[in-house]
């Protein structure tokens, strides 16, 4: 079965701080990747998303995403967090089939000011 | 731009009552996925819509039913409570069923609470 796993359940950075939240999936065929955002007391938003071509995915707000297909990965990054990114973080999994996300736990980041 | 529309945004009933949430996606969206988040867990996937017909199941309670209507707008209900169904309930839209490439759009959530 499909699974994504993230490796980090809680981080904590201070501002300015580089950040990269872990992603792996189990599947072996073709998949459309997306990290998603929660803000607090807000609903999911879509941050990137990752569906074919450059593997180096770019996001809103200075995020950006690497696919490597050989690692079944997809990492989360960002050179340099704010206060305001302060938030849960989702990577999710779609497969070309059914068409439904598979999320991961999540990762909750606290970024300090 | 509009967005996915949830109704109530909060809901508290008793054990073994029942409740209706609604969704109304986006317009021209035609698929719909309902998702339920427990508190500090990740979005569990309820069931989906594409085009009034159900497109797939996932861990849905027997006690809980959901279709979508001619508008595209949807509905889960949800019998028989029980305080484990405390959740947000997050409902999300897109174009084209799954075989368009395109992200999920979510709405706000609807917040039940069983007491």
């Known amino acids: 079965a499909q699974s994504v796993s993230q490796h980090n359940h809680h981080v904590i950075l201070s501002e300015a701080a580089s950040l990269e939240l872990g992603c792996n999936y189990s599947y072996g065929g073709t998949v459309n990747l997306f990290w998603y955002v929660q803000y607090p007391g807000q609903h999911l938003q879509l941050l990137l998303k990752?569906?074919?071509?450059?593997?180096l995915v770019k996001g809103i707000k200075g995020f950006e995403a690497e696919f490597i297909k050989s690692k079944f990965s997809f990492n989360l990054r960002k050179p340099s967090v704010q206060w305001s990114d302060t938030a849960e973080y989702f990577c999710?999994?779609?497969?070309?089939?059914?068409?439904?996300?598979?999320f991961g736990q999540g990762t909750e980041l606290s970024v300090k000011p | 731009a509009a967005g996915v529309i949830q109704s109530p945004r909060h809901l508290i009933k008793e054990k073994r009552e029942t409740a209706t949430l609604k969704c109304y996606p986006i317009?021209?969206?035609?698929?719909v996925y309902w998702y339920q988040q427990g508190p500090g867990q990740d979005p569990q996937f309820l069931i989906s819509f594409y085009e009034k017909m159900q497109s797939d199941k996932g861990s849905i309670p027997d006690r809980f039913s959901a279709q979508q209507f001619s508008d595209y707008h949807s509905e889960l209900n949800m019998s028989s409570l029980e305080l484990g169904d405390s959740a947000l309930y997050f409902c999300a839209s897109r174009l084209g069923g799954s075989s368009y490439n395109s992200p999920l759009h979510f709405g706000n959530g609807t917040r039940l609470t069983v007491t």
């Open positions: 990752y569906f074919s071509g450059d593997p």
């Open positions: 317009p021209r969206h035609d698929t």
């Open positions: 999710a999994v779609k497969n070309n089939q059914g068409g439904k996300l598979i």
